[in-house]
């Protein structure tokens, strides 16, 4: 009998061991162009002779210099990645014939640069498969128009398995573009749902109203004055560019309708000009999706997420706030206007998202979450470049989210900055560090 109380007690022992050593499960939801999409042709006519009319899955992002050799292999790429708002049909549409998908759903081998994240969670005590999960999506769409309903329903299974899996609830994060996708899926989700699976929203760099580096990209492409040509081809192309375009607005976290950030000599253009701005540049095919993407509730309403929701953000850097151009645009979508002079925000920010979207929730959310009964966290770290919390070496945010998630530690500082820390001396202009995206 002693022995049987004995084994008891040992098993109990062992098993609590064992559980104090488990780590909370994570579910990851990615950046911009961070998830790998795959092509197939299916009869596909093209508008090149020279172009397949038929193929099976290969790599369609990320790019590589064998798919872009020649002129011909350039314009073949660009028509199989082209995705577009359909005003008739009311959803986003590939060419006729062409197939994409992500790959990998739950794993990391869909994400581009994903061992690059994975081997820093995976020493912290985490195992891919079974308390870290990846959950890729198409970037090039933004949650309008059913766009990412798909995704959103692998996602709900996803969870719900690994929480049945593990016992615990999902700490779900999101980076740089993935905290609005996400957000557009916890606004689907019922409250009682959200209550039975989501532990903690953790929304690292997000762009809750937009950033001007946004519309510099559909302007003249984003980049060096050298690559900047190509980089617009493929922004023109993606429809969630333009849902990142500054939020229109009259509040601290939005774009006043006077203020102005795409100049030319006899033109400028605010959050209030851009059908007129589109116009101009003789992208009137991206009016629709545009227009579409803007009225979705998920960043137009902006209704707090009804879960524990930690924001983290970097702040401090050179931010660019206005994009002024030598000469008039050409309406004439062929045409890349000339690589603009760029001013820093006076705000600051992480390098590509001035401050005043980060802290969007900041301001807007405390009343509704507080009647929900859930907690709101803010914690910026100066210096830290867009999207370096993934990584031990971008600063102290890494390990902070880290000792969060396992201990429940919170961070120690200001949640938001004062307007005199985050003023910088002097307002630098391009070139600007490389960052992750």
């Given at each position: ?195 039975a699976h989501i532990a903690w929203f953790i ?113 401090g850097l050179g931010t660019p706030a206005s ?115």
């Amino acid at each position: 009998l002693r022995m049987a109380n004995c084994v008891a007690v040992c098993v109990a022992v062992l098993a609590f061991a064992v559980l104090a050593l488990a780590r909370p499960p994570v579910v990851f939801v990615p950046g911009l162009t961070e998830s790998q999409l795959l092509y197939k042709l299916d009869d596909f006519k093209s508008s090149y002779p020279f172009c397949q009319n038929h193929s099976s899955w290969k790599i369609l992002w990320p790019i590589t210099n064998a798919d872009l050799a020649t002129t011909e292999d350039v314009l073949c790429w660009l028509e199989r990645y082209a995705i577009f708002y359909n005003d008739k049909a009311g959803s986003y549409v590939t060419l006729p014939g062409v197939n994409t998908t992500t790959f990998d759903f739950g794993g990391w081998l869909g994400l581009q640069g994903g061992h690059m994240i994975t081997k820093s969670w995976v020493a912290a005590g985490w195992t891919v498969g079974k308390d870290l999960f990846a959950a890729p999506y198409d970037w090039r769409v933004p949650t309008a128009a059913g766009a990412q309903d798909a995704y959103y329903n692998h996602l709900r299974i996803l969870i719900e398995n690994v929480v049945q899996t593990t016992g615990q609830k999902v700490y779900f994060l999101a980076v740089s573009l993935g905290p609005q996708i996400a957000l557009g899926f916890l606004h689907r989700m019922t409250p009682a749902w959200k209550d039975a699976h989501i532990a903690w929203f953790i929304a690292e760099s997000p762009v809750w109203s937009g950033t001007p580096v946004a519309a510099w990209t559909i302007v003249s492409g984003f980049g060096d004055a050298n690559s900047s040509g190509f980089d617009r081809q493929i922004s023109l192309r993606t429809d969630s560019i333009p849902w990142l375009f500054p939020r229109a607005g009259t509040t601290n976290t939005t774009w006043g309708a006077g203020e102005k950030f795409i100049v030319t000599p006899s033109r400028s253009y605010g959050s209030a000009d851009y059908v007129e701005l589109l116009q101009d540049l003789g992208l009137d095919f991206l009016v629709p999706g545009f227009v579409r993407s803007e009225l979705e509730p998920d960043l137009n309403t902006f209704a707090a997420p009804d879960v524990n929701t930690l924001v983290t953000y970097g702040y401090g850097l050179g931010t660019p706030a206005s994009f002024t151009y030598p000469q008039d645009f050409v309406r004439n979508a062929s045409i890349t206007p000339p690589f603009p002079t760029i001013t820093n925000a006076t705000e600051t920010g992480d390098i590509y998202v001035p401050l005043r979207s980060t802290l969007r929730a900041f301001y807007e959310w405390p009343g509704a979450m507080q009647a929900a009964g859930k907690k709101l966290l803010y914690q910026g770290y100066p210096g830290q470049v867009h999207a370096y919390c993934l990584f031990p070496e971008g600063g102290p945010c890494f390990q902070d989210v880290l000792n969060f998630i396992v201990n429940g530690t919170v961070p120690v500082g200001s949640p938001a900055p004062s307007r005199s820390e985050y003023l910088p001396e002097h307002a630098h202009l391009y070139p600007l560090p490389a960052a992750r995206k």
